[in-house]
Protein backbone atom coordinates (compact mmCIF):
# COMPACT_ATOMS: atom_id res chain seq x y z
CA UNK A 1 0.00 0.00 0.00
CA UNK A 2 1.12 3.59 -1.27
CA UNK A 3 0.17 6.41 1.21
CA UNK A 4 1.09 10.14 -0.38
CA UNK A 5 1.94 12.65 2.26
CA UNK A 6 2.54 16.66 1.00
CA UNK A 7 3.49 19.28 2.42
CA UNK A 8 3.18 22.89 1.32
CA UNK A 9 5.63 25.59 2.64
CA UNK A 10 4.67 28.92 4.31
CA UNK A 11 6.91 31.41 2.30
CA UNK A 12 9.45 32.74 4.88
CA UNK A 13 8.43 30.99 7.64
CA UNK A 14 9.27 27.02 8.32
CA UNK A 15 5.22 26.29 8.93
CA UNK A 16 3.78 24.09 6.47
CA UNK A 17 0.37 22.78 5.61
CA UNK A 18 0.54 18.61 4.95
CA UNK A 19 -2.29 16.85 3.02
CA UNK A 20 -2.00 12.93 4.39
CA UNK A 21 -3.34 10.52 1.79
CA UNK A 22 -5.67 13.12 0.53
CA UNK A 23 -7.96 12.75 3.11
CA UNK A 24 -6.36 14.09 6.27
CA UNK A 25 -4.65 17.92 7.06
CA UNK A 26 -2.47 18.81 9.83
CA UNK A 27 0.07 21.71 10.14
CA UNK A 28 4.10 21.20 10.99
CA UNK A 29 6.07 24.38 12.48
CA UNK A 30 9.47 24.21 14.43
CA UNK A 31 9.57 25.84 18.04
CA UNK A 32 10.49 29.54 18.21
CA UNK A 33 13.74 29.01 19.45
CA UNK A 34 14.67 27.52 16.09
CA UNK A 35 13.03 30.06 14.14
CA UNK A 36 9.66 28.33 13.43
CA UNK A 37 6.29 29.91 15.05
CA UNK A 38 5.43 27.06 16.95
CA UNK A 39 1.84 26.45 15.56
CA UNK A 40 2.20 22.84 15.23
CA UNK A 41 4.39 19.73 16.23
CA UNK A 42 7.83 19.73 14.33
CA UNK A 43 8.32 16.78 11.76
CA UNK A 44 10.58 14.87 14.82
CA UNK A 45 7.32 14.96 17.18
CA UNK A 46 5.04 13.48 14.66
CA UNK A 47 7.18 10.37 14.29
CA UNK A 48 7.48 9.76 17.84
CA UNK A 49 3.50 10.29 18.01
CA UNK A 50 2.95 7.83 14.82
CA UNK A 51 4.81 5.42 17.10
CA UNK A 52 2.57 5.70 20.11
CA UNK A 53 -0.51 5.95 18.16
CA UNK A 54 0.49 2.89 16.30
CA UNK A 55 1.02 0.96 19.50
CA UNK A 56 -1.65 2.08 21.25
CA UNK A 57 -3.77 1.02 17.78
CA UNK A 58 -2.43 -2.13 17.89
CA UNK A 59 -3.07 -3.28 21.89
CA UNK A 60 -6.38 -1.50 21.47
CA UNK A 61 -8.02 -3.14 18.00
CA UNK A 62 -6.25 -6.93 19.88
CA UNK A 63 -7.72 -6.37 23.06
CA UNK A 64 -10.74 -5.45 21.61
CA UNK A 65 -10.77 -8.51 19.62
CA UNK A 66 -10.31 -10.80 22.76
CA UNK A 67 -12.87 -8.88 25.00
CA UNK A 68 -9.90 -8.13 27.82
CA UNK A 69 -11.21 -5.40 30.00
CA UNK A 70 -7.74 -3.90 30.67
CA UNK A 71 -9.76 -0.24 31.18
CA UNK A 72 -8.01 2.73 29.58
CA UNK A 73 -4.51 2.26 27.44
CA UNK A 74 -1.67 5.31 27.32
CA UNK A 75 1.05 4.69 24.98
CA UNK A 76 3.83 7.19 26.04
CA UNK A 77 6.62 7.71 23.52
CA UNK A 78 10.40 8.83 23.96
CA UNK A 79 12.14 9.53 21.11
CA UNK A 80 16.19 10.68 21.68
CA UNK A 81 17.17 11.79 18.52
CA UNK A 82 20.37 12.77 19.55
CA UNK A 83 21.46 8.92 20.78
CA UNK A 84 23.69 6.64 18.19
CA UNK A 85 21.58 5.50 16.88
CA UNK A 86 18.46 7.20 17.63
CA UNK A 87 16.06 5.69 20.03
CA UNK A 88 12.70 5.21 21.10
CA UNK A 89 11.55 3.83 24.79
CA UNK A 90 7.91 2.96 24.78
CA UNK A 91 5.82 2.72 27.99
CA UNK A 92 2.46 0.85 27.57
CA UNK A 93 -0.05 1.47 30.48
CA UNK A 94 -2.89 -0.24 31.20
CA UNK A 95 -5.61 0.67 33.99
CA UNK A 96 -6.16 -2.83 34.74
CA UNK A 97 -4.02 -5.66 35.65
CA UNK A 98 -3.38 -8.32 33.27
CA UNK A 99 -2.42 -12.12 33.83
CA UNK A 100 1.68 -13.17 32.48
CA UNK A 101 -0.27 -14.47 29.28
CA UNK A 102 -1.91 -11.59 28.21
CA UNK A 103 1.06 -9.59 29.42
CA UNK A 104 3.42 -11.95 26.99
CA UNK A 105 1.14 -11.81 24.06
CA UNK A 106 0.20 -7.51 24.35
CA UNK A 107 4.44 -7.34 23.74
CA UNK A 108 3.85 -8.99 20.56
CA UNK A 109 1.11 -7.55 19.71
CA UNK A 110 2.82 -3.65 20.21
CA UNK A 111 6.27 -5.37 18.31
CA UNK A 112 3.80 -5.62 15.02
CA UNK A 113 2.94 -1.93 15.21
CA UNK A 114 3.39 -1.15 11.42
CA UNK A 115 5.43 2.19 12.17
CA UNK A 116 7.70 0.24 14.76
CA UNK A 117 8.20 -2.64 12.13
CA UNK A 118 8.94 0.39 9.33
CA UNK A 119 11.75 1.84 11.23
CA UNK A 120 13.58 -1.64 12.55
CA UNK A 121 13.39 -2.32 8.91
CA UNK A 122 14.91 0.74 7.26
CA UNK A 123 14.12 2.47 3.89
CA UNK A 124 15.31 3.46 0.98
CA UNK A 125 14.53 7.19 -0.33
CA UNK A 126 14.71 8.43 -4.31
CA UNK A 127 14.11 12.39 -4.74
CA UNK A 128 14.45 14.70 -6.83
CA UNK A 129 14.08 18.45 -7.85
CA UNK A 130 11.89 20.10 -10.10
CA UNK A 131 12.44 23.98 -10.05
CA UNK A 132 10.00 26.20 -12.17
CA UNK A 133 8.82 22.57 -13.88
CA UNK A 134 11.87 21.91 -15.04
CA UNK A 135 13.69 18.44 -13.90
CA UNK A 136 13.98 14.58 -14.39
CA UNK A 137 11.86 12.16 -11.89
CA UNK A 138 11.95 9.18 -14.36
Not at 35 to 42: A, I, K, L, Q, Y
Not at 112 to 121: E, K, P
Request: with cysteine; proline share 4%; charged share 30%.
Amino acid sequence: MTLIASARSTPGLLKQDVTVDGRFHLITDEPEHLGGTDEGPSPHELLVAALAACTATAVSAYVRTKEWDVGGIRVDAEYDSKAEPRSFRLRINLERAIDDAQRQRLEKVAESCAVRRALLTGFTIDECLVADGVGDCG
